[in-house]
């Protein structure tokens, strides 16, 4: 998966720049530079908020077929896409979010427009697509996700009998590898955090199943006084630690930073249920960290505007 930390916002025209690098779907090298580049615009000039620079981040990820998200999303047991997303600000703790979504090309916005529009945290399904004509969102066809790569995947899942993580299966450095769920957690210079995150979900899940990514506590959670956190993984695990609520609770009940809260959180996850998956955190002064107990996470940060690292 890749996850972005970005900590400031600013400059959208080199966000066009970034939708060439990133649809050429084919190296790390590329997905590296994607991440700089999307993460690159949002620091040094405070023009836009945490919120909109994780809005921002999450909506191209969601744009690009190799990520699950958006046009990318995997398929369920019945070859068909149903997307969560949240997004959660930490000025107030509000959030907005959606889950088993289709036809919505990004399903992000659209949790941002419940969090806004509508005086609820989480819609699903039909009620959340009424939702979307509501507000005027258009439906994107379905031969707008549906890739070649995920029919195959799903093929290959249906085979082995198993529901599995989009990343699961595919060699470390192999062409055809998976980049998963979609994240993006920011600070702003006013110190304001928020957290985003959006995902097709588990290859071959049941039709209806709901993760970890729609639910604030679980899969996003921002709080000005703590930390944002966004995670990726098996869901199920997420939701019964209630893990990005957790890391927030070991900073605010045990004063640690963002390294020590993601370790704690790591421990804590795969301690109690045997957790398979990782998550980014940022904290109330800036500091950035990730922890994963899968073989890989992509992830990209620039701490307090300084170097754009990532991570494979
Ligand atoms: N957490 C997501 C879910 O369970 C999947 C993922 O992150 O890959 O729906």
Redesign the pocket.
């Known amino acids: 998966?890749i996850f972005i930390v970005v900590l400031v916002a600013q400059v959208l025209g080199i966000v066009s720049a970034v939708d060439a690098v990133m649809t050429t779907r084919t190296s790390q090298g590329a997905i590296a530079w994607a991440v700089c580049l999307v993460t690159f615009p949002y620091i040094a000039v405070p023009a836009y908020s945490a919120l909109q620079a994780v809005e921002a981040c999450a909506t191209l990820l969601e744009d690009d077929p190799v990520f699950?998200a958006g046009c990318g999303s995997v398929l369920n047991e019945d070859g068909k896409v149903e997307m969560?997303a949240a997004i959660m600000d930490g000025r107030d703790l509000s959030a907005g979010a959606v889950a088993a979504v289709d036809n919505i090309a990004n399903p992000i916005q659209l949790a941002r427009l419940v969090m806004t529009e509508s005086e609820h945290v989480l819609l699903i399904a039909e009620g959340a697509m009424r939702f979307a004509d509501h507000c005027g969102v258009g439906r994107a066809p379905e031969n707008y996700f549906y890739t070649a790569d995920r029919i195959e995947q799903l093929n290959e899942a249906r085979l082995k009998h198993k529901i599995m993580?989009?990343h699961d299966g595919t060699e470390e450095d192999s062409e055809d590898q998976k980049y998963?769920?979609i994240g993006a957690i920011a600070r702003d210079p006013a110190g304001n955090l928020a957290a985003a995150t959006s995902?097709g979900?588990?290859v071959n899940k049941r039709m209806g199943r709901v993760?970890?990514?729609p639910i604030p506590g679980a899969?996003v959670y921002a709080d000005n006084e703590t930390c944002a956190v966004s995670?990726?993984?098996?869901?199920e695990d997420?939701i019964r630690t209630v893990i990005a609520k957790t890391i927030s609770d070991f900073i605010y009940m045990k004063d640690m930073n963002a390294a020590q809260a993601t370790q704690a959180g790591v421990q804590y996850m795969a301690r109690k249920v045997c957790g398979r998956?990782g998550f980014i955190v940022i904290d109330r002064d800036g500091n950035c960290s990730a922890a994963y107990t899968t073989k890989k996470m992509i992830h990209g940060w620039i701490e307090n505007g300084g170097e754009t690292n990532v991570r494979f």
């Open positions: 998966m699950n969560d993580l989009d998963g769920t995902t979900g588990i993760g970890d990514s899969g995670s990726t993984g098996y869901g997420f998956g």
